[in-house]
């Protein structure tokens, strides 16, 4: 070996010494080698996500982007009847939608993205029943919660809430 292959050798031992045998940072304690939890298969995951939408409550809050700002948040509330998968990433959500006199359950059909286990209900360029603007958004779902990003228009938003079900 050359002078520069020792060199980076000792350096890569150095550097990586304690990772590669088992020891921590600091050398002192055994790394942790809890195994991680198993993985639910796709099937589970795609009935927990089933389960957590289905009469279910999303209360949070939004605000917009203005100017690269965020605006004062707002309270909403979406309320979700039943989710069905399609196939593939298609869902359909049937959303009860409550406005003035109205109040309808609409199906909307949406695409569903998994970030491993965690789905991302995924909107492009969608109208909604009545309206004209059309509206895109990325909706994370986790553990009873959600977060996600939304546009339409000229407006651009952030949302972020809980998700609670309906009891039998």
């Given at each position: ?29 055994p790394a942790d080698t809890t195994p991680a939890p198993p993985r639910l298969s796709q099937e589970a995951l795609e009935a927990k996500f089933k389960a957590t939408m289905t009469k279910a409550t999303l209360s ?109």
């Open positions: 070996m050359t002078k520069r292959a020792l060199s980076f050798v000792a350096l890569f031992l150095a550097l990586l010494g304690p990772v590669a045998l088992g020891l921590s940072a600091q050398g002192t304690k949070g809050r939004w605000c917009g982007i203005k100017d690269g700002k965020l605006t004062p948040e707002k309270e909403d509330k979406y309320t979700i009847v039943s989710v069905n998968k399609l196939g593939g990433d298609t869902w359909i959500i049937h959303t009860r939608i409550q406005y003035g006199e109205k109040d309808f359950t609409v199906p909307l059909p949406i695409q569903v993205k998994w970030a491993g286990d965690t789905p991302v209900i995924t909107v492009d360029g969608m109208t909604m029943p009545g309206g004209k603007t059309a509206y895109s958004a990325r909706v994370l779902v986790y553990d009873k919660t959600y977060a996600g990003t939304w546009s339409g228009g000229d407006h651009v938003g952030l949302m972020n809430g809980i998700i609670t079900n309906e009891k039998e």
